[in-house]
Nanobody
Framework: EVQLVESGGGLVQPGGSLRLSCAVSGFTFKNYAMNWVRQAPGKGLEWVSYIDGGGSNTYYADSVKGRFTISRDNTKNTVYLQMNSLKPEDTAVYYC????WGQGTQVTVSS
């Protein structure tokens, strides 16, 4: 059974940081590129970041470039999203995706 379990979300003040994790099971993790995607309240899905299977190539949406960093640990079957300098507009449910979806983790940026 494929499972993607996101964690690490929460409430943070503007300018703060969070680190999201996505633990994967049920498929050969190292063979899959991973994405982080988010959905803000009342809006559609927005792609945030991509990392290839080996972790060598990463891409970011312009809205998060320079503030977010995607990484992965193939020994732990986990992908991460380090989020710094958070803004209220980063408030969303964050999902990891590899053709499969997790349940998401809520990130709220508010003072």
């Amino acid at each position: 059974e494929v499972q993607l379990v996101e964690s690490g979300g929460g409430l943070v003040q503007p300018g703060g940081s969070l680190r999201l994790s996505c633990a994967v099971s049920g498929f050969t993790f190292k063979n899959y590129a991973m994405n982080w995607v988010r959905q803000a309240p009342g809006k559609g899905l927005e792609w945030v970041s991509y990392i290839d299977g080996g972790g060598s190539n990463t891409y970011y949406a312009d809205s998060v470039k320079g503030r977010f960093t995607i990484s992965r640990d193939n020994t732990k079957n986990t992908v991460y999203l380090q989020m710094n300098s958070l803004k209220p507009e980063d408030t969303a449910v964050y999902y990891c995706n590899a053709g499969y979806w997790g349940q998401g983790t809520q990130v709220t940026v508010s003072s």
